[in-house]
C-alpha cells in the first residue's frame, strides 16, 4: 500500500530556534492503523502540525495522495478537509454554544447544502455516542464527552485521514476501550487513523503499525506483529515494554504457554494460557 501521508526528509525548527524535527522521512500507508509513540518532546505533535499543513517544514517535503503539499489557500483547504487533526486539549477545539453547532462548524464552512450538513453532523452525533447530548452547551460536558464532540467535528468533514493527538489521555480504562471501539470502527470504513499516544499497551493493542520518535528523528517503524524484532530498542527510548507482551515472554521462557506470536490483548494472553 502506498503511503496516503508522508514526510520525505523533514526538518522542523519554531521561531524560537527550537528544532523539532531533524531529517524525518516517514509514510502512513493508507488504511493502516498506526500508533506514534516517543518521549515528551519528541515531534509528535509538531509531525501532526505538518500532516495537516497548519505548518510548514523549513527543509523537505509534506506529500498527500502521492503528491507535494501546496501552501495557497485553497490547497490547504483541501488538506484540512482530507486530513482532521483532533487535538489534544479539547477545549481548544470547541468553541461554539451546543455540541451540534460545533460540529455543524466545519461542514457549514465548506457551503454544503442544508440537508448534506444535518446528515453528516447527525452522523458525526451518532459514530461518537452523542445524539442524546446534541443541543448541550459544550462547556457543560465531561471531559471525555469533549473528546467524543471533538472527534464527531473532525469526523463531519468526511476525512480521509484521522489524526488524534494523544486521545486517551485523561480517559479512564473503560473510556480509552471505548474509544478503540470507535477508531476500529472508523478504520472499517476505510480512515486511515493515525494517533499519538503515551499508553504502549493501548498502542499494542489496537494499532497495525508502531511508530517511535526520538529527539524529532524516527526511531523506527515497524508492524505491530513484527513487535519482537524492535521490542530490545524500547528500554532505551524511555518506553516500558507492553505489559502483556512482557509477561508472555516470560511465560514463554518458562514453557508456560505455546506458540511464537505474541498476544496482543489482555483477552487474546488469558485465552491462549486456557
Ligand atoms: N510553540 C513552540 N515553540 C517552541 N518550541 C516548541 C513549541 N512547541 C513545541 N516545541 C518544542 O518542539 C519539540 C517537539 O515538541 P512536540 O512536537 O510538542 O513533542 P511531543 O508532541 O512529542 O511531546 C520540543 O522540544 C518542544 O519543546
Ligand atoms: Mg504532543
Known amino acids: 500500500m502506498p503511503p496516503v501521508l508522508e514526510v520525505r526528509d523533514v526538518e522542523f525548527s519554531y521561531p524560537d530556534g527550537t528544532r523539532a524535527l531533524q531529517s524525518l522521512s516517514l509514510g502512513f500507508a ?7 509513540l516517543g518521549r515528551n518532546g519528541a515531534g509528535k505533535s509538531t509531525l501532526f502540525a ?4 497548519i505548518e510548514r517544514p523549513g527543509r523537505g517535503e509534506v506529500h498527500f495522495d502521492g503528491a507535494p503539499v501546496a501552501y495557497d489557500r485553497g490547497s490547504l483547504r483541501q488538506l484540512r478537509r482530507s486530513v482532521g487533526v483532533v487535538f489534544q486539549d479539547p477545549d481548544t477545539q470547541l468553541f461554539s454554544a451546543s455540541i451540534r453547532e460545533d460540529i455543524s462548524f466545519g461542514p457549514v464552512n465548506l457551503g454544503l447544502p ?11 452525533l451518532a459514530a461518537v455516542g452523542l445524539t442524546a447530548l446534541a443541543e448541550r452547551p459544550t462547556h457543560a460536558l465531561s471531559y471525555g464527552e469533549k473528546k467524543r464532540a471533538c472527534i464527531a467535528g473532525v469526523l463531519a468533514m468526511d476525512p480521509r485521514v484521522l489524526i488524534l493527538d494523544e486521545p486517551t489521555a485523561g480517559l479512564d480504562p473503560p473510556m480509552a476501550a471505548e474509544l478503540m471501539i470507535l477508531l476500529n470502527a472508523l478504520h472499517e470504513r476505510g480512515i486511515t487513523v493515525i494517533l499519538a499516544t503515551h499508553d504502549v499497551d493501548f498502542a499494542f493493542a489496537w ?8 529527539e524529532g528523528t524516527l526511531a523506527f517503524h515497524a508492524a505491530a506483529d513484527d513487535f519482537s524484532a524492535v521490542a530490545e530498542h524500547f528500554p532505551g527510548l524511555g518506553l516500558e515494554l507492553p505489559w502483556v507482551y512482557e509477561v508472555f515472554g516470560e511465560l514463554w521462557r518458562k514453557g508456560a504457554i505455546d506458540g511464537e506470536t505474541p498476544p496482543r490483548t489482555r483477552a487474546e494472553l488469558l485465552a491462549r494460557l486456557r
Do not use: S
Open 114 to 124: 442544508r440537508g448534506e450538513i444535518q446528515q453528516r453532523v447527525e452522523a458525526a
Open 207 to 214: 494499532a497495525d503499525d508502531l511508530c517511535v520518535l526520538q
Open 30 to 36: 493508507r488504511g493502516r492503523r498506526t500508533a506514534l
Open 50 to 53: 505538518l500532516l495537516n499543513g
